[in-house]
Structures are given as C-alpha cells and as structure tokens.
C-alpha cells in the first residue's frame, strides 16, 4: 500500500491516497481467505463465498456511491476508476460486490446521487443497477444479465 496510508477520519479509519495514482492502476492486492458467510469486512466471491480480509488493511476501504476506485474480487486487486489525488479517501461501491449485505448502513457521503441507505445490488432498481455495471463482480455481472434477460 504505498501510495496510501491508513489515517483517522471523522467516521473512523481511513485509506487515503498519500502519492497520486493513475486512472486504471492497481491500488493494492486483495490478500485473505475464502469463507462461506460474510460480514462486514467481507466481499463476495460468488453466491457461497466470501472473501475475508483475515486483518489484512484493505478491510478499511470505505464505501462511496460515486468512488475512486473498483473492488476486483475475480482478479482479487482494487484498482483507480479515475485519477486519484494526494489526500483523497479511496472508496468503492459495496453495491458493486455484496447481493445483500450482511452489514447495511446509513451512507454519509454526500455525493450527488447518493442511495442513502447501502444494502446491497439486491436491493438497487434495474436503473441504479445499469449505473454500475461496469463495475461488478462476475457474480452480480451475471445476475444483472440474468434480469436483462428475463425482462427482454
Ligand atoms: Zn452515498
């Protein structure tokens, strides 16, 4: 992790940007283990697995409804959406890994757009679902087709 730096937040702890990183470059490697239930730290694998940060820093990624950064469970790595400056916060969406979280929560973030409450890609409509498409993992990928299809 070293262009970021674990620091405090308001909210808690953080992970922030400490040396600027390039739109598409990995941020860091998403080492831990496979388990089969999920909790708040967790990302899902598939419909049966999740995989545990087991104390690993990247438990602290905090979510955002417009983030920086996209969690890639298949290649287990977080990568930059976008550019990302010095003493920026790196976040991604949870809706983007979690069908339904085992942890929802009231988001803070004040973006434009923001869902207010995050529960998972289970709970977004068709819309808010076609918005972060490029961002999912192979497991919600397939169910987003799975419901384009049946809706076809
Ligand atoms: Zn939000």
Same mark, same amino acid.
């Given at each position: 992790? !070293?262009?970021?730096?674990?620091?405090?937040?308001?909210?808690?702890?953080?992970?922030?940007?400490? %040396?600027?990183?390039?739109?598409?470059?990995?941020?860091?490697?998403?080492? +831990?283990?496979?388990v089969p $239930?999920?909790?708040?730290y967790t990302?899902?694998?598939?419909?049966?697995?999740?995989?545990?940060?087991?104390?690993?820093?990247?438990?602290?990624?905090?979510? !955002?409804?417009?983030?920086?950064?996209?969690?890639?469970?298949?290649?287990?790595?977080?990568?930059? %959406?976008?550019?990302?400056? *010095?003493?920026?916060?790196? !976040?991604?969406?949870?809706?983007?890994?979690?069908?339904?979280? *085992?942890?929802?929560? *009231?988001?803070?973030?004040?973006?434009? +757009?923001?869902?207010?409450t995050v529960? +998972?890609?289970?709970?977004?409509?068709? $819309?808010?679902?076609?918005?972060? $498409?490029?961002?999912?993992? *192979?497991?919600?990928? +397939?169910?987003?087709?799975?419901?384009?299809?049946?809706?076809?």
């Amino acid at each position: 992790m !070293s262009k970021t730096a674990i620091e405090q937040a308001d909210f808690g702890q953080t992970i922030r940007c400490v %040396l600027p990183i390039a739109a598409g470059e990995t941020i860091f490697p998403l080492p +831990g283990r496979v388990v089969p $239930a999920a909790d708040r730290y967790t990302v899902q694998i598939d419909a049966t697995s999740h995989l545990d940060p087991d104390g690993h820093d990247w438990r602290l990624t905090n979510h !955002s409804c417009q983030p920086n950064a996209v969690m890639d469970v298949d290649r287990r790595e977080l990568r930059a %959406l976008r550019p990302i400056a *010095a003493g920026e916060d790196i !976040s991604f969406d949870y809706n983007t890994t979690e069908w339904s979280m *085992a942890a929802p929560f *009231a988001c803070e973030c004040r973006e434009p +757009g923001c869902l207010g409450t995050v529960r +998972g890609f289970r709970f977004l409509s068709h $819309a808010q679902r076609n918005a972060i $498409a490029g961002q999912l993992s *192979a497991c919600l990928r +397939g169910q987003l087709m799975v419901e384009t299809l049946a809706a076809d």
